[in-house]
């Protein structure tokens, strides 16, 4: 038999795409599939964007780019940067990577190994644990509650860090709930690290540009002495309907950014560059596409709160970022992955079990409304008769 090392036996998986996987095999089965549950917009990348794509390669874009992306692509970024930060960057210190998981793999890679400890967001993007896992150290869940309107805690993520702590993981707006932390929050959090010069934070701002009602996203970018420890993940998936061409960036500190650099060269040597032409044209042409896609979702947003807090057993929280509702199914009497599962076999509508996110997501179910209000209105209405029925029997 042949014999892996120790960490393939601890890694897990996004159970987003099994859950895909199977709503598409019932739907090739002629079944009527409302997919709630994988995280990607129903829109389609802007033509400006496909269009530079397709010049590049006309224009004979074929060969290697360097390892961290074309330089006119990394000053674009650090541009985007300060426009909606205010902040200054440096472009050498711009990763241009292919997609966001990479920046985790390699964030958590560089800090994780067995005997230290790493923080992150629980529930959270199911990635984090299983890379944490994966390099031998003791993943620590920051608890994000609904009692908190789903925002981190700054007082129990400090109370958390101890001198074990090498990595910590933070997600505003966060997936899978759609809180987003407010700036007292943050800024409370960013004076109490000044106690902890020794742990790394990777914030995942992937959703940075999809927040509602006034709610603002607060960078960490903008606190300066957290710079030379912080790495920065976000990129093209989420905000410009890209993510099947797996386009992401991270910035690095300096003492951080060559060790990036040549676990790019060994890994993937460099992300294809048309796609990297297309990006350009992303942060440097119009954004009217993005802001009628977020208002959309915003529209979105309000049907799907307003549906499920009209179904008995199920109450949900507003969320203030990203495109994702976390309702509260505990009173159904159903444990969250059993009804997900029955929702999707018996009602075809797809959705995410909690604990699919976390060791604390049991009594939660994910549903993406990114996807339209019509499919929102009749998977809502599925969920709220194959409940009535439940109740019945």
Request: proline share 6%; charged share 25%; hydrophobic share 40%.
């Amino acid at each position: 038999m042949l014999k892996t090392i120790d960490g393939f036996d601890r890694i897990g998986e996004e159970n987003a795409f099994a859950v895909l996987a199977r709503a598409t095999e019932l739907a090739s089965q002629g079944r009527d599939i409302i997919n709630l549950g994988i995280g990607q917009p129903d829109f389609k990348t802007p033509d400006h964007i496909v269009e530079a794509a397709v010049k590049a390669l006309k224009d004979g874009h074929h060969g290697y780019t360097p390892a961290t992306g074309i330089a006119p692509l990394r000053e674009a970024v650090s541009a985007d940067l300060l426009k909606r930060h205010g902040v200054e960057t440096d472009p050498d210190d711009v990763l241009i990577v292919p997609g966001g998981k990479v920046t985790m793999f390699m964030a958590i890679l560089m800090f994780g190994e067995p005997g230290v400890d790493i923080l992150y967001p629980d529930p959270g993007f199911p990635i984090y644990r299983s890379m944490i896992e994966f390099t031998g150290a003791r993943p620590v869940p920051v608890p994000i509650r609904e009692t908190n309107d789903f925002a981190f805690s700054a007082e129990e993520t400090l109370s958390l860090i101890t001198d074990k702590t090498r990595l910590l993981i933070l997600n505003s707006p966060a997936n899978p709930t759609g809180g987003v932390t407010p700036r007292s929050e943050i800024e409370t959090l960013v004076a109490g690290l000044e106690d902890h010069p020794g742990v790394a934070i990777l914030s995942d701002e992937i959703y940075s540009q999809m927040t509602y009602d006034g709610m603002e996203h607060v960078s960490l970018l903008e606190f300066e002495f957290l710079r030379e420890r912080l790495i920065l993940l976000d990129g093209w998936s989420k905000t410009y309907a890209m993510t099947g061409w797996r386009m992401g960036f991270s910035l690095w500190p300096d003492s951080l950014m060559d060790k990036a650099r040549k676990l790019a060269v060994n890994a993937w040597s460099c992300v294809n560059a048309p796609a990297q032409y297309g990006c350009l044209a992303a942060l440097t042409g119009p954004q009217d596409a993005v802001t009628e896609m977020v208002a959309e979702f915003d529209a979105r947003r309000r049907v799907i709160v307003d549906g499920l807090n009209a179904i008995d057993g199920i109450s949900c929280k507003t969320p203030r970022g990203a495109f994702y509702a976390y309702p509260n199914i505990t009173k159904t009497g159903w444990k969250a992955k059993k009804l997900a599962s029955a929702l999707l076999e018996e009602t075809g509508v797809a959705t995410i079990g909690g604990p699919d996110f976390g060791v604390l997501g049991e009594g939660y179910i994910r549903l993406s409304y990114a996807n339209s209000t019509t499919n929102i209105e009749r998977a809502l209405e599925r969920v709220k008769l194959f409940l009535e029925k439940d109740q019945l029997i």
